[in-house]
């Protein structure tokens, strides 16, 4: 990441300009929880996205870090709602918004930051207007599909792997492939490029949900920023668990349907039970592969961009350096 330091400094400025706007807004109870999901960091990989994007198509990045806000607000409102929907206790390592506040009052927040990822588009001309516009309802509306489909394999029994890839696809990956082209529509770059910068973007963004999923099982103590063994807990259908499914031979697939039956007085028993099944059949290795595979493939749509070499060289390694993360 240390390549793109500046391209950080630039949006956590103008992040921090937003937010201390929010300190003179009422009612309180409304914008104070924007602005604290606001604070508790993350990566911040998707605006920095849209400032790489519109660089790398050789236009000052600054011009997009209103698009980089709009994404960064969508997320944030997508993660409130995520954790009302989950029951989610921490976000970040930090108590979520419901539970520091209330539900409604995190609903009506998360809803007044949807609004406003819209408004600050407005600083755009018309035309570009349009077209960014065009493309984060599209998005928005798939993030939003994906979260359904997310809530169905709840208590769906034929949940598949392709499933699965295509739920967060939709739910995780297409709002990086949204941050990239609206940089690319910000540069006047061609569709076809466009269409390449798009799918580097959702491709990395499944592998790096895949890494999620290793991370939610493997990461030690609270680093990760989540309760360890949340997915396996909440008998979420993860690449993992699906995978393990489809690989299990009978005496496993009934250990695992009789763990997965256990309820939350048994967490260490149910997380060390089905861990060990995994490592039986080595999904873990299978999992890691697949998010390489799909690092692959965004590289591969990297490389047909005629686009400045070092730049390109500077995302790619980005890219690499997502896929070997701590774990």
Same mark, same amino acid.
């Given at each position: 990441? @240390?390549?793109?330091?500046?391209?950080?400094?630039?949006?956590?400025?103008?992040?921090?300009?937003?937010?201390?706007?929010?300190?003179?807004?009422?009612?309180?109870?409304?914008?104070?929880?924007?602005?604290?999901?606001?604070?508790? !960091?993350?990566?911040?990989?998707?605006?920095?996205?849209?400032?790489?994007?519109?660089?790398?198509?050789?236009?000052?990045?600054? /011009?997009?870090?209103?698009?980089?806000?709009?994404? &960064?607000?969508?997320?944030?409102?997508?993660?409130?709602?995520?954790?009302?929907?989950?029951?989610?206790?921490?976000?970040?390592?930090?108590?979520? #918004?419901?539970?520091?506040?209330? =539900?409604?009052? *995190?609903?009506?927040?998360?809803?007044?930051?949807? #609004?406003?990822?819209?408004? #600050?588009? &407005?600083?755009?001309?018309?035309?570009?207007?349009?077209?960014?516009?065009?493309?984060?309802?599209?998005?928005?509306?798939?993030?939003?599909?994906?979260?359904?489909?997310?809530?169905?394999? &709840?208590?769906?029994?034929? #949940?598949?792997?392709?499933?699965?890839?295509?739920?967060? =696809?939709?739910?995780? *990956?297409?709002?990086?492939?949204?941050?990239?082209?609206? +940089?690319?529509?910000?540069?006047?770059?061609?569709?076809?490029?466009?269409?390449?910068?798009?799918?580097? !973007?959702?491709?990395? !963004?499944?592998?790096?949900?895949?890494?999620?999923?290793?991370?939610?099982? /493997?990461?030690? !103590?609270?680093?990760?920023?989540?309760?360890?063994?949340?997915?396996?807990?909440?008998?979420? @259908?993860?690449?993992?668990?699906?995978?393990?499914?489809?690989?299990? =031979?009978?005496?496993?697939?009934?250990?695992?349907?009789?763990?997965?039956?256990?309820?939350?007085?048994? =967490?260490?028993?149910?997380?060390? +039970?089905?861990?060990?099944?995994?490592?039986?059949?080595?999904?873990?290795?299978?999992?890691? &592969? @697949?998010?390489?595979?799909?690092?692959?493939?965004?590289?591969?749509?990297?490389?047909?961009?005629?686009?400045?070499?070092?730049?390109?060289?500077?995302? @790619?390694?980005?890219?690499?350096?997502?896929?070997?993360?701590?774990?």
């Amino acid at each position: 990441m @240390k390549q793109y330091e500046h391209l950080f400094r630039l949006f956590f400025t103008h992040l921090e300009h937003y937010r201390t706007g929010l300190n003179n807004l009422n009612p309180k109870e409304l914008y104070e929880p924007e602005n604290y999901i606001l604070s508790l !960091g993350g990566k911040r990989l998707r605006p920095i996205l849209a400032l790489i994007a519109c660089d790398l198509f050789d236009k000052a990045p600054d /011009y997009a870090l209103n698009s980089a806000l709009c994404v &960064e607000l969508f997320h944030n409102f997508s993660l409130i709602h995520d954790d009302i929907l989950d029951q989610a206790p921490l976000r970040r390592n930090q108590a979520t #918004v419901h539970q520091k506040w209330n =539900s409604n009052i *995190a609903i009506l927040s998360g809803d007044v930051m949807l #609004v406003k990822a819209f408004k #600050v588009l &407005e600083n755009y001309p018309a035309e570009e207007f349009k077209q960014l516009v065009s493309l984060f309802t599209q998005t928005a509306i798939k993030v939003c599909e994906g979260q359904q489909m997310d809530m169905n394999f &709840e208590t769906a029994d034929n #949940v598949t792997v392709d499933d699965y890839l295509k739920m967060i =696809s939709f739910k995780t *990956a297409v709002l990086l492939g949204c941050s990239l082209q609206m +940089g690319a529509i910000h540069a006047g770059a061609g569709k076809k490029d466009q269409q390449n910068i798009y799918e580097f !973007g959702r491709h990395l !963004g499944i592998a790096f949900q895949l890494l999620d999923d290793v991370l939610d099982a /493997y990461a030690e !103590g609270f680093d990760f920023g989540k309760m360890p063994g949340g997915d396996i807990l909440a008998n979420k @259908k993860t690449f993992l668990l699906l995978k393990a499914l489809e690989l299990a =031979s009978s005496r496993q697939q009934k250990e695992l349907h009789k763990l997965l039956a256990l309820d939350k007085t048994s =967490s260490g028993d149910k997380i060390s +039970g089905i861990k060990l099944i995994f490592d039986e059949l080595e999904i873990k290795k299978l999992c890691l &592969e @697949k998010a390489d595979e799909h690092t692959q493939k965004a590289i591969e749509h990297l490389n047909t961009l005629q686009v400045n070499q070092n730049k390109k060289q500077q995302l @790619k390694n980005l890219a690499l350096e997502l896929l070997h993360r701590n774990i």
